[in-house]
């Protein structure tokens, strides 16, 4: 039958960065379309971590019509050019993720063939010296000018990104009920949900609900009981300890991920302070080894005693089922280390308005969306363990993920880098080819053969070309402010700015 009535009533469960995204972006979009009720819990609170994005989040700004001076000076953000991996392959050992692209490609190959010819040939520097964002994040420097042409993303502080949406998302039209959720009631017939009780007695009804309840799940899986496909056995961390710790310099514009024997730590700087973490294996470490060992290598003064969270790794078999779609932790989690769980919300969201549910019939729609959501969720998973899986590490956790069986979808594309340093980006895949590239040579894969093309060129030119571009990016680079330059002079000036 034909919906009669197309303005629709979302409840959105759950006022975190998931829950306050969903409801920025919905009554932006569709404004008029949809009655948007968010509720939240003071008591409960949120995660308060999930402060490392990728440049996606510009896109998403852009599309839920979000300012960027306004965000960088509400969430206190700095600039991100990449991630930097320490340790991850052995001890000592050091490589970068960087966004942007590596050299250049050609319609025949990519750009890593012409890299891999001229190191068999004896000259060529590094991979990484190809990337511009790589080179400006070794020297502390960044703009967002368009004109430098930087491909960068954000290190924001979580509470006050949702705050910040927050006086948004209300003035535009969202009703924000706080309050505890007590009950989720369903149709006896359907099975759809019909209605959220709160603590008090309060009763809010829907036509669609959006789970951001976090962790907890409460309508997708509390009462909808849709299930999770446990991931822990290719990705075992499970506890991750965080806290802030004061500036002890100028924030750099990349995130760092440490190794360590039972997991990583994570550095993320933000204007006013540094973010913390501490993922580890409980099964390989206790808690207490844990909050000794952090405490051990943190830089800057803790403002507060660590917190530990724990998590299992994995996905909810549908994230939208019924009249309700699981987003952020309520969807599942892949740990932070490619900082891709605010992407997978944003994305989330983005496809969802698309294809909203306007019929009360909606379930091809669902079928869809969980299809692609999938495909997201396992290239993000796979990309992830590949940093574990391709480990030369020793002790008790390391060999142990060397040796496990991971994804046929990820073992086939280690396969085509090894033998023919080849690497591709799907139609859907987020990660790009230079992403790949970086972490496999990163990780310490050798191809045994590349594309030739580079042998057809006269003596000389590859070299030529190669040293161009390293002079082009050395050249762009010079031009550059430091970071805490240009966040002093663009932004209101922190303590830490104005020291660099
Ligand atoms: C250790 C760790 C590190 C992370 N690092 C990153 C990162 O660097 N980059 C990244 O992109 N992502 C990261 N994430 C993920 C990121 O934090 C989340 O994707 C993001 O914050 C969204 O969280 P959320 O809104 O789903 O959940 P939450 O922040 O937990 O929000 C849940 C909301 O539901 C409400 N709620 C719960 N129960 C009830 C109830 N009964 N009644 C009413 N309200 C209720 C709460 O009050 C809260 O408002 C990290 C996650 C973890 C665990």
């Known amino acids: 039958m034909t919906e009669t009535n197309p303005r629709k009533r979302v409840v959105v469960a759950g006022g975190g960065t998931a829950g306050w995204l969903a409801a920025t972006a919905l009554v932006r979009q569709l404004g008029p379309l949809v009655d948007v009720t968010l509720v939240e819990s003071d008591e409960i609170g949120t995660v308060g971590v999930g402060e490392s994005t990728i440049p996606t989040i510009r896109t998403f700004h852009s599309f839920a019509g979000i300012e960027e001076d306004a965000f960088v000076r509400a969430t206190g953000a700095t600039f991100k050019l990449g991630i930097s991996f320490e340790n991850w392959r052995r001890d000592g050992d050091h490589y970068f993720h960087s966004f942007g692209s590596v050299g250049r490609s050609v319609f025949l190959a990519d750009f890593q063939h012409f890299w891999l010819e001229a190191r068999a040939q004896g000259f060529g520097g590094s991979f990484g010296d190809y990337s511009f964002e790589l080179r400006a994040a070794r020297e502390n420097r960044f703009t967002n000018d368009p004109e430098a042409g930087l491909a960068y993303a954000y290190h924001l502080d979580a509470t006050a990104y949702a705050r910040f949406l927050r006086g948004l998302a209300e003035p535009a039209g969202v009703r924000r009920v706080e309050g505890r959720i007590a009950a989720v009631e369903r149709d006896g017939e359907g099975g759809d949900i019909t209605a959220l009780t709160l603590a008090s007695g309060a009763r809010i009804e829907g036509d669609f609900f959006i789970d951001c309840t976090g962790f907890r799940a409460l309508l997708i899986e509390g009462a909808l009981e849709t299930g999770f496909e446990d991931w822990s056995h290719w990705l075992p961390t499970d506890s991750a300890l965080a806290v802030q710790t004061e500036l002890v310099g100028p924030p750099a514009p990349y995130t760092r991920a440490i190794a360590h024997r039972a997991g990583w730590r994570w550095r993320i700087p933000l204007q006013h302070r540094m973010g913390n973490g501490f993922v580890f294996s409980s099964a390989q470490m206790s808690e207490d080894e844990a909050r000794a060992q952090f405490a051990a290598d943190l ?188 966040l002093g002079a663009r932004y209101a000036p922190s303590p830490a700015a104005a020291a660099g």
């Open 299 to 486: 830089e800057g003064a803790p403002l507060f005693e660590p917190r530990l969270l724990r998590y299992t790794t994995g996905m909810r078999r549908q994230a939208w089922h019924r009249n309700c779609l699981a987003l952020g932790l309520a969807a599942g989690f892949v740990e932070p280390l490619e900082s891709t769980s605010i992407h997978l919300v944003m994305i989330a969201i983005t496809r969802f308005i698309r294809g909203f549910p306007f019929a009360r019939e909606c379930a091809a729609l669902a079928d869809r969306f969980n299809a692609q959501s999938r495909a997201e969720w396992e290239h993000v998973r796979d990309f992830v363990i590949l940093h574990y899986y391709l480990n030369q590490r020793d002790g008790t956790f390391w060999p142990g993920r060397a040796a496990m069986n991971i994804p046929d979808t990820l073992a086939a594309r280690i396969a085509l880098f090894r033998q023919s340093a080849a690497a591709y980006q799907d139609q859907d895949d987020l990660f790009r080819i230079d992403s790949w590239a970086q972490v496999l040579f990163g990780q310490g894969v050798e191809p045994a053969s590349w594309h030739r093309i580079a042998r057809t060129l006269p003596p000389e030119q590859l070299r030529r070309a190669l040293a161009d571009l390293d002079a082009g990016l050395a050249a762009r680079v010079a031009r550059l402010p430091t970071q805490a330059a240009f």
